[in-house]
Nanobody, 117 residues
Framework: QVRLVESGGGLVQAGGSVRLSCAAS????????MGWFRQAPGKEREFISR???????NYASFVKGRFTITRDNANDTVYLQMNSLKSEDTAIYLC???????????WGQGTQVTVSS
């Protein structure tokens, strides 16, 4: 079955950077879109970014050039580089991948990112 495992979260100071990783297994990684979402306490899950198999990307407007999504198809891993972090970026960050209808259907457990001001 599809398995996604995130890593790289932790505590970072405002203005700092974090790089999240998501290792995928269970199917041909390179055929599907990958994405990052986040969920803060008391808030709904929100979309951050998406990357296609050929590395076409799109981002939520709040990213504003601070975050970059990349993928390594040889190692079945997707990354999220986050720079200029703000306290409002504090959340659980989740990796996801799509099904054959190109809908996000598989999710990791998430990794906590806490930004201290």
């Amino acid at each position: 079955q599809v398995r996604l495992v995130e890593s790289g979260g932790g505590l970072v100071q405002a203005g700092g950077s974090v790089r999240l990783s998501c290792a995928a297994s269970g199917r041909t990684f390179s055929r599907y879109d990958m994405g990052w979402f986040r969920q803060a306490p008391g808030k709904e899950r929100e979309f951050i970014s998406r990357i296609s198999p050929s590395s076409n990307t799109n981002y939520a407007s709040f990213v504003k050039g601070r975050f970059t999504i990349t993928r390594d198809n040889a190692n079945d891993t997707v990354y999220l580089q986050m720079n200029s972090l703000k306290s409002e970026d504090t959340a659980i960050y989740l990796c996801a991948t799509t099904n054959d209808r190109n809908t996000f259907a598989y999710w990791g457990q998430g990794t906590q990112v806490t930004v201290s001001s």
